[in-house]
């Protein structure tokens, strides 16, 4: 892994976009791609090859639940971590999301300032747990 952390983002929220943009690569220094949908991940996340799938789980089209699944078909993408985005927080969704394979959930309003830092602690915490 290079030392930028690579990040596909899909949401279809173009002010959650800009906020989440702004969050992770002027503050938190990654690399992101982001996409508006779950059909326009699938055609660029082999070009990119990310680190980190952060993915918003209601979508129109395809959920992010879906999504992952289409993404975990291809090989390439077996093992890369993924964080859902969602504004349903209960701890039982959590966990079903936690159940999908998401090393975390982030919760919806996320604070900005604290993204990046949530990213590098569940990052780690995933790195070490591979370890």
């Given at each position: ?12 929220d173009a002010d959650i976009l800009e906020v989440a943009r702004l969050a992770l ?90 993204l990046s830092d949530q990213i590098n602690q569940v990052m780690a915490k995933y ?5």
């Open positions: 892994m290079s030392d930028t952390l690579k990040i596909l983002h899909v949401e279809d690569e002027m503050v938190g220094g990654f690399n992101v791609l982001q996409c508006s949908s779950g059909a326009e991940a699938l055609e660029r996340a082999a070009g990119f090859a990310p680190d980190l799938f952060l993915l918003d789980m209601m979508m129109p089209e395809m959920s992010g639940e879906q999504l992952l699944g289409k993404l975990r078909e291809d090989p390439q993408f077996d093992d890369i971590p993924v964080i859902f985005m969602t504004a349903r927080a209960q701890a039982s969704e959590v966990e079903a999301l936690k159940g999908l394979g998401a090393v975390d959930v982030i919760v919806k309003p996320f604070d900005p300032v604290t790195q070490q747990s591979k370890a």
